[in-house]
């Protein structure tokens, strides 16, 4: 087991920087998720780390020690490819020993690690075939053996799951996290799905454009987003955005958007006052604004009229498309809600759950 | 229905064809090796009225046929392996390193394709004269792996670039070295691409008459298809034996094309799907 750390690493491919000077720290024994847009750098950060590319700057640790100039074999770290990178002639014994006899050790050791790792991950019968014979699933599960049986200080895994469907996505997500468990071994995963980083992550590493924007517990990610692009990344239907002005009226602030006005609560006046007169980007989440029929005491002054566009039933809860003014919103309302494409509702919007960001340097003001 | 009926007969006619085409002439020096040279100019389509086996006798014994029989395989061999591990070497290097002049040692590569070597006959007559290797198999040998490097290397090259990146990501993180990933992983996974660069380069060399008859001189050190002209004679040629001797000497070659065709095949097939 051991921390990783980076100070200051950015990864050039000649004119096109990757990773921008990123500085992390991954505590011993924690699950990290890097997570964000295709592209983003967060692919190549995990190859920085694995040893697969160099670093134009900065240094990497594994544990005490500064790795940039340790080949891959002695970084004791084990990955898992997006595509498996299972080694097509041989059985799948031997994919999971492979590591192990180049390094080696005793065959009675292999032989306990291998059985060991392919009963945890129930494919102790697949032992003899090659993975050409075996299902998506199976393939997946053989990667993971691979890395199992090293024993190593770090998994890296690099969007082990986007090759499965989706039934198996979410089986297979548990199973790592239980496999984390147990194991406790440091691991950084990288995907660009919010869900499986929300849903597996002890902690997430956002990033876009080769630059960290927000490293934080998924709750906190969710909760408090610090900046425009984390707020509207994490959490399905996406976060509205509504460009509007503070405004102050007898002692009150709003968030005026032209066509509605929605009073600031109290408790958030204060931070929020430096504001009035000056734009902002009103942010809330879908499922924190309601249809006005079956909310309970209700405040008149934080209701929205609006038509809806579009009805999307889910069975849980229904997706409501509005269109408010200039304004689209997405709202995330209780199934029981009467409104019908074209109606005009009235929905309330949860102001305690607010946020308000910067325009021009899109940081969160709160 | 019964237009695709149609199209697949007809398909099938074409390929009967070509089947005939192929076959009749080997054949017809099957059956001819067992006439006399008399019977041959008379009944040139006839089976013959005794079946001569003595011809592949005197070609065995006469023409010293096994001597030529050996050189002819130590030359191929040596050739071919030669040509299958710089060819892999290089394709390996060429298709999945990145480096400067990369580019451009492929097109040096790819030129000798547009080069007919015979061409060059003259210069390498005169090489292989200053190292002395005149009249010896060597000088077969070197040619022949030369002469095959081009397609080698642009058929390798071409399977290695489509083995999946991580692979080889996979194999040094799991410890192996660059040597080790060539040899476990890439190579057996590249083993098609391997028998078709054998098979294409094995019959062009086992056949070639041109390079033993300007290299060679001593009768030691002759190859099949030079050793068979001891049958042509100045004023008449023994066309009973000559046919033994291609018969024999085509067995092989044939025995082992039926051996890889199937490899072959799916080689060949792979490629064209990958691109």
Redesign the interface.
């Known amino acids: 087991m051991a921390r990783v750390q980076l100070s200051g690493v950015t990864k050039k491919f000649g004119a096109v920087t990757a990773v921008n000077e990123i500085t992390l720290e991954i505590p011993d024994k924690q699950f990290t998720v890097l997570v964000g847009p295709s592209g983003c750098g967060k692919t190549t950060a995990l190859?920085l780390i694995?040893?697969?590319e160099e670093a134009t700057a900065g240094d990497i640790f594994i544990g005490e020690r500064r790795v940039n100039d340790v080949?891959?074999?002695d970084r004791d770290?084990?990955?898992v490819?997006?595509?498996y990178?299972?080694?097509?002639?041989m059985t799948v014994y031997d994919n999971m020993a492979?590591?192990l006899r180049?390094?080696k050790y005793p065959k009675t050791e292999i032989d306990r690690r291998v059985k060991e790792a392919a009963e945890m991950l129930g494919i102790g019968m697949l032992l003899d075939r090659k993975p050409k014979q075996l299902s998506g699933g199976q393939r997946q599960r053989v990667a993971l053996g691979?890395a199992i049986v090293?024993e190593p200080q770090v998994f890296l895994m690099d969007e082990p799951l986007s090759n499965l469907d989706a039934k198996l996505r979410v089986q297979t997500r548990a199973e790592i996290k239980k496999l984390h468990a147990r194991l406790q071994t440091t691991t950084i995963y990288v995907t660009h799905d919010q869900v499986e980083a929300m849903t597996m992550g002890d902690r997430i590493v956002v990033m876009k454009d080769g630059l960290v924007q927000q490293v934080d517990t998924p709750l906190n990610l969710y909760e408090r987003p610090a900046n425009l692009f984390v707020a509207g990344f994490i959490g399905s239907p996406a976060m509205n955005f509504i460009d509007s002005a503070l405004a102050e009226a007898g002692g009150k602030l709003f968030v005026d958007a032209g066509t509605f006005r929605l009073e600031v609560p109290a408790d958030l006046v204060s931070q929020a006052r430096p504001w009035v007169g000056r734009r902002v980007v009103f942010g809330v989440r879908p499922e924190d604004i309601a249809d006005r029929a079956l909310a309970n005491g209700a405040q008149p002054a934080w209701t929205i009229k609006a038509g809806v566009d579009v009805h999307e039933p889910l069975g849980s809860d229904v997706i409501l498309y509005l269109t408010a003014g200039a304004h689209s919103i997405v709202a995330r309302v209780d199934a029981r809600t009467q409104a019908k494409m074209g109606d005009n509702v009235e929905v309330v919007v949860n102001m305690r759950k607010m946020h308000l960001f910067n325009p021009e340097t899109q940081q969160a003001i709160l | 229905m019964t237009r695709g009926g149609a199209g697949r007969t007809a398909v099938q006619c074409v390929l009967l064809l070509n089947a005939f085409l192929v076959l009749a002439p080997m054949a017809i020096m099957g059956v001819s090796a067992f006439k006399s040279t008399r019977e041959i100019f008379q009944h040139p389509f006839a089976l013959p009225g005794v079946w001569r086996w003595e011809n592949f006798a005197r070609v065995w014994v006469e023409a010293r046929f096994a001597l030529y029989f050996r050189n002819s395989v130590l030359v191929t061999i040596a050739s071919v392996v030669i040509v299958v591990i710089l060819g892999a070497m290089a394709g390996y290097a060429l298709g999945r390193f990145r480096f400067r002049g990369n580019d451009l040692v492929y097109l040096y590569f790819l030129s000798g394709l547009m080069l007919p070597i015979r061409l060059g006959i003259i210069p390498l007559f005169i090489l292989m004269r200053t190292l002395h290797l005149l009249d010896t198999l060597w000088a077969l040998i070197l040619t022949y792996a030369a002469s095959g490097l081009p397609s080698a290397v642009f058929i390798l090259t071409g399977f290695f670039r489509t083995l999946p990146a991580d692979l080889d990501s996979a194999a040094r993180i799991d410890g192996a070295g660059e040597w080790l990933i060539f040899r476990r992983i890439m190579v057996p996974l590249v083993r098609p691409a391997l028998v078709i660069v054998a098979v294409y380069n094995l019959i062009p060399i086992w056949n070639d008459f041109f390079f033993p008859l300007v290299f060679i001189q001593t009768d030691r050190w002759k190859t099949l298809p030079l050793g068979m002209t001891t049958f042509f004679g100045q004023y008449s040629a023994d066309w009973g034996a000559l046919f033994a001797g291609l018969t024999l000497a085509a067995v092989p070659v044939v025995t082992l094309y039926a051996l890889l065709s199937q490899q072959f095949i799916r080689g060949l097939t792979a490629g064209a799907v990958k691109g």
């Open positions: 190859r694995a040893g697969l080949p891959p074999k770290i084990a990955m490819f997006q595509n990178a299972l080694y097509p002639h492979f590591g180049l390094r691979r090293r």
